[in-house]
Structures are given as C-alpha cells and as structure tokens.
C-alpha cells in the first residue's frame, strides 16, 4: 500500500527521483509518486481514501477489494487491496471505502536463476553457476521463513506468517524430513499397536480361546 504515497518516491533510484515530476511526459502512462498524498502528513481517515482509490472506471463494478487500492509507477501496474490485505471492511456512501483490515501481506521476489546467472557472468563468472544460485535462494528463504517464526513468537499483538513457494523452496525440505526415520515414532507407534492388539484379541474369560498370540 506505500505505492499510494508520496513516501515510495524516496526509495526510488536518485535518476527516477529527478524525472519524476515530469515522468508522464516521457512515459504517457506513468504515474508520479511525488504528487500523490503523504502518508505522513495524513489523518487515518484521509489514508483510508487514498487506499480506496478507483484503480480504473472499467472496474466499478467489482468487489472493492479487486477494484480498490494503489496504483505503481505505471497505471496499468495496479496494486488491487485483495493483494496487500485481507478481511477488510467497507464502507461509506458508495460502500466501497476502507475502514479497516485484519491482515496485511507482502509479496517478496527472488531474482529467477537464469537473469542471476547472466548478470553475474559479467561480474563474476565463477559464481554464475544455476545450482549454486538455486541453493542460495533456497538458503535465503528458508532464513526468511526463519526470521518470521521468530518475529511471530516474540509478538503479542501481531500473528506472523510465512508462505514460501511450495514447489520450489518446500518440496525437497519435505523429502528430507520424510527420508528421516524417527525410531521414537517408529517404536512408540509399534508398542501402541501391541497393547492394542493384546487388549482387542485377548480373552480374560476364556484365556484358553485368546487369539492374542496368533
């Protein structure tokens, strides 16, 4: 949600930040983030306007999470609020303004390993290996998933979650842990079966008639 603010042009490159003001007028469909309101300087109730902005007239008619929210640096980059929040609650005349969310989610890129490995081939040729970028990325996200467990069992306000990409940064953490044999489990579970087993097929009455040994 910081796209609907003035706030984002300060993290923009030093080169974009001196263009912006007249970006419109080198790219027609780009949108200034130094014209649009601070998020500082405004109330709760002006911030929940800013966020509930008409991403486009074409879009009215959907459900204000998919048509409310932030616009990036180009107006067909549109950051509807069902991409940065959840549970929300709308209202207002026009039913379509925020008034509060439960959630808020953020969506982090890995760079993909073909583009890492051409852009380091330039710079270090040694360490252009896909393998070894795949391994890093994985290593990185799982510090990430990491660094969110420990953030969530520090917070007593806050509920922290982490959803990594399954198929690529989960799927071979799950083939390792399943590969593990856990001799607690294992031996726990076959003595569990055992009495289990003594306790269905014995026959305190008739100890001759007991199946508990077959």
């Known amino acids: 949600p910081l796209q609907c603010f003035s706030e984002e042009h300060a993290v923009n490159h030093p080169i974009y930040q001196a263009i912006d003001p007249i970006i419109d007028q080198i790219i027609p469909s780009a949108v200034a983030f130094s014209t649009r309101p601070s998020f500082l300087n405004s109330t709760d109730a002006e911030i ?29 980059l549109q ?4 991409i940065w929040g959840a549970d929300f609650s709308w209202g207002g005349q026009d039913g379509a303004t925020m008034l509060g969310a439960k959630a808020f989610k953020l969506i982090t890129y890995f760079e ?5 490995q051409q852009r380091m081939a ?24 990491a660094l969110c467990q420990e953030q969530n ?12 990409d399954h198929t690529f940064y989960l799927n071979y953490r799950i083939e390792k842990e399943e590969g593990a044999v856990r001799w607690g489990y294992l031996l726990g579970g076959g003595a569990c079966m055992l009495v289990f087993c003594s306790l269905v097929l014995a026959s305190f009455k008739y100890p001759m008639a007991s199946r508990v040994n077959v």
């Open 48 to 76: 929940k306007a800013t966020l509930s902005t008409l991403l486009h007239p074409s879009k009215a008619d959907l459900a204000p999470g998919q048509s409310r929210g932030c616009l990036g640096y180009d107006a067909s």
């Open 153 to 164: 069992a520090k917070n007593k306000i806050l509920e922290v979650a982490n959803f990594e």
């Open 112 to 116: 993909a390993t073909a583009k890492a």
């Open 79 to 82: 950051f509807n609020a069902d």
């Open 122 to 145: 330039l710079t270090k040729p040694d360490y252009a290996v896909a393998e070894d970028i795949e391994e890093a990325t994985m290593r990185l996200s799982g510090m990430w998933d």
